[in-house]
């Protein structure tokens, strides 16, 4: 039976049998890969960057100019009605910034209105402190200006821009107690849209890996939102859920090796 076995793994029938299970399974590959959400920071040219949070103004505009002419860039609520509505998402691409900065009103905006090109800002605050969250109390400026109000209303009132919730501290919500992850998450909510008069519909986690939030946090956004962005690696489809949304961290890329960045 091994010799029959061995045999027939030889015939030109098998190994194209071979060649059409290997093509579907690429096929299937490349139909599920549909969308990309990618995650920003900053856009700003600093000489420190411990977290490597920061990409180049030139570097942002650059990687912003190729995402449009290979793919359609869409915003995350367009994204958010496809799979809910079970549409194709077509190779989309989805913009999406953590935390807020100064700096994604100061530089990330003017670029993304002359490309004409929508974007997602998750905003932190309102803080305690005006620390943010570094350690030790430190705010060196390189590390980044957390917007402030009056620069989040601008910033809110562009038709390409939607904003979303993350939190009031930016703290880790897998260490917080529920009523505790629900005052974080809520007045952050209630905060974000008294500034913009809007109403807040996505959220992203903090830190957003699994082991940065939990059930609780699963249970509370879950009701306050309509959907939820994570931080780790991944493509969507119209099967993912829609409070478990991957996305493609990236990092301060010049547009050659930006091409070689997996999307």
Same mark, same amino acid.
């Given at each position: 039976m091994n010799n029959f076995k061995k045999i027939v793994k030889k015939t030109f029938f098998y190994k194209y049998l071979l060649t059409i299970k290997i093509f579907f399974r690429? +096929? %299937? %590959? %490349?139909t599920f890969k549909e969308a990309t959400i990618l995650l920003y920071h900053r856009v700003a040219n600093v000489k420190d960057d411990p977290l490597s949070l920061s990409v180049s103004i030139n570097n942002f505009e650059n990687q912003l100019l190729y995402l449009k002419e290979k793919y359609k860039i869409i915003s995350l609520s367009e994204l958010i009605q496809k799979i809910k509505n079970h549409q194709s998402l077509g190779k989309c691409i989805v913009i999406t910034f953590d935390d807020c900065y100064l700096d994604? @009103?100061?530089?990330? +905006?003017p670029i993304l209105k002359k490309l004409e090109i929508p974007a997602t800002f998750f905003v932190t605050?309102? @803080?305690? &402190?005006k620390n943010f969250y570094w350690e030790n109390n430190t705010m060196e400026k390189d590390r980044g200006i957390p917007i402030e109000e009056k620069y989040l209303k601008l910033l809110s009132e562009n038709d390409l821009v939607e904003i979303g919730g993350h939190t009031q501290n930016h703290l880790r919500l897998s260490t917080l107690s529920k009523e505790k992850q629900e005052e974080e998450i809520e007045k952050n909510k209630l905060w974000l849209e008294s500034v913009t008069n809007k109403e807040i519909l996505s959220f992203s986690y903090p830190f957003g890996s699994k082991d940065d939030y939990n &059930?609780?946090?699963e249970i509370i956004t879950q009701k306050l939102f309509t959907c939820v962005c994570i931080n780790e690696f991944g493509y969507i489809n119209n099967k993912t859920s829609i409070y478990k949304l991957p996305r493609n961290l990236v990092r301060n890329l010049d547009i050659a090796n930006f091409k070689k960045y997996s999307l």
């Open positions: 690429q +096929l %299937k %590959k %490349k994604n @009103y100061e530089n990330a +905006l605050g309102p @803080y305690d &402190q &059930q609780n946090s």
